[in-house]
Structures are given as structure tokens and as C-alpha cells.
């Protein structure tokens, strides 16, 4: 038996399942953790939460910044981008069966017992993965609850810092930008949330998140996607990044949790 972390399908179900393939993947016994971004920008996003979905509870999720917007279009008042690829979805027929499922899934998943954890952009310094994990669970009962409010009032970059006296909307809101948007903040936790480069282009006063020399959760085992501009590297003692832009011609990457193995393969087909 074996877990498989995997970072950013965005709709690459193609080389899904050559992943899979390559690490013999047995369904009967093997896991999958997904760090975010299902869908969006890639071909085949319906594919994607088809063959998750029916994976049950072989499949651990946790939500990235694409799966939220497509969330938002589809129970709140926001319109699909042009670069959006979501149409599919939209009308098939399971639609609203993958919708209310994906809407149940977590920010953060938090394997206490084997010491792992993880989110789609990572955890601020200013977290431990409890406090991390406690705070999502308040944004994902209102997301599974009141979705349409939630969805109505998500979107923005304030406030950028945390602040435990922060009620509502905002207080949900920058949870939401730590956990599926945060690249750069600074030591007291402020976010840049406008430079997206790779890990040396800090604006100035800013890091990386899991440079930070200070972080509360350093002792837990982290995984992320999110930041394909790292391309899968994150210069952090036990920070593993997935994102390795499989959507933008890169590859697709697991990392078998047990021995920390990684696993890739192209976005393309190789040619036979």
C-alpha cells in the first residue's frame, strides 16, 4: 500500500493516467492526495472529477484557487474568464453530482498520525498545521452552507494580513488567500499577492512562505502546488512542492509519501 501526492492537474487527465500508470497505481489498496487545482486551463477538467470522484475514499482533495472560482461560477454570480475551460463541466449531466462533492472537500488535509500536511498554496509562517486545519474548517462551513454568499464576497486581496479580531467575510477571505493563493509574504504575515515569478523575484520586505526562518508549522511535513514557476522545487527542510506546470507544457509530478520518491512525466504524449 502506498500514497501518492500529486500536484496540478488542471484538466490534464491524459497524463493522469500515465502517472498513475508509471507507479502502478492499484486502486484496491493504493492512495491519491491531490494538492488543488483540479481543473481549469487544461482539456479534459470533467475527466479529471469523474475519475477522483469515483475513487471515493482512495482519493484525498484538498481545494486550490481554480477549483473555488469554478465553484463560484457555478453557484454564485461569477463569470467564467476567456481563458477558462470549465464549459464542460458546466453542462454535463453530473455536473451538479461533482459540484456539491468537490464543494465538500477541505483546504487543508492534516495527517496528524504520519506527520503530513497539506494545501494548495502552502501554510503562512504565522501557522501551525492545527491552527491552519482549525481555521479552514470555519471557511469550509460556510462554503458548504451558504455557498452563494460565500462565493459573492471571495474574491479580492483584502485584507492581506491576519488578524484574529477579523469577522465574516474577510476573516474567510484571507484564510482563503493563505491557503490557495499565497506565494510571498512577509514576517508578519502580509501577503503580495501581485508577483507570481519564482521563488528569487521577492518583492522587497517579502519571502517565499516556506523560507521564512521562523515558520510555526517547520516540524510538520508539508506538501503544496500552486507555484509552477518553482518547477516542483522548494529549497525548505520538509516542504515539498508539487506544481510542476504539467498544464503549461511542463510534467506532471507524485511524490510517494513513504520514501519521499518522486514520480514524473511529460505533458505530452511521448510518440511511439
Not at 151 to 170: C, E, H, I, K
Request: net charge positive.
Amino acid at each position: 500500500m502506498a500514497t501518492y501526492a500529486i500536484g496540478d492537474l488542471q484538466g490534464c487527465y491524459e497524463p493522469l493516467q500515465r502517472l498513475l500508470k508509471k507507479v502502478r497505481f492499484d486502486a484496491r489498496q493504493d492512495h491519491l492526495w491531490f494538492a488543488g487545482d483540479l481543473v481549469n486551463r487544461g482539456p479534459e477538467s470533467l475527466e479529471c472529477l469523474r475519475f477522483i470522484h469515483q475513487l471515493g475514499h482512495r482519493a484525498t482533495v484538498v481545494l486550490g484557487n481554480h477549483d473555488l472560482h469554478m465553484l463560484a461560477c457555478w453557484y454564485g454570480d461569477r463569470k467564467s474568464k476567456g481563458s477558462d475551460t470549465l464549459q464542460p463541466v458546466f453542462e454535463a449531466p453530473d455536473a451538479g453530482l461533482l459540484m456539491d462533492w468537490l464543494r465538500h472537500q477541505p483546504l487543508v488535509h492534516h495527517d496528524a498520525a504520519r506527520n503530513w500536511c497539506m494545501s494548495h498554496a502552502g501554510l503562512p509562517p504565522i501557522w501551525s498545521a492545527r491552527k491552519a486545519r482549525r481555521l479552514s474548517q470555519e471557511v469550509e462551513y460556510v462554503l458548504q452552507n451558504d455557498g452563494k454568499s460565500f462565493f459573492s464576497a471571495m474574491y479580492g486581496n483584502q485584507p492581506d494580513v491576519w488578524d484574529a479580531r477579523l469577522t465574516g467575510m474577510d476573516r474567510y477571505r484571507i484564510i482563503v488567500n493563505y491557503l490557495t493563493r499565497m506565494r510571498f509574504i512577509d514576517a508578519n504575515g502580509k501577503l503580495d499577492l501581485n508577483t507570481k515569478e519564482g521563488a528569487g523575484s521577492s518583492p522587497k520586505g517579502y519571502q517565499p512562505w516556506f523560507l521564512h526562518p521562523q515558520r510555526k508549522a517547520a516540524d510538520t511535513r508539508l506538501l503544496f502546488g500552486h507555484w509552477a514557476a518553482l518547477e516542483g522545487k522548494a529549497d525548505a527542510k520538509n516542504v515539498w512542492a508539487l506544481d510542476t506546470g504539467c498544464v503549461w507544457g511542463g510534467t506532471l509530478t507524485a511524490l510517494r509519501l513513504e520514501d519521499q520518491k518522486r514520480f514524473s512525466v511529460p505533458a505530452q504524449k511521448p510518440t511511439e
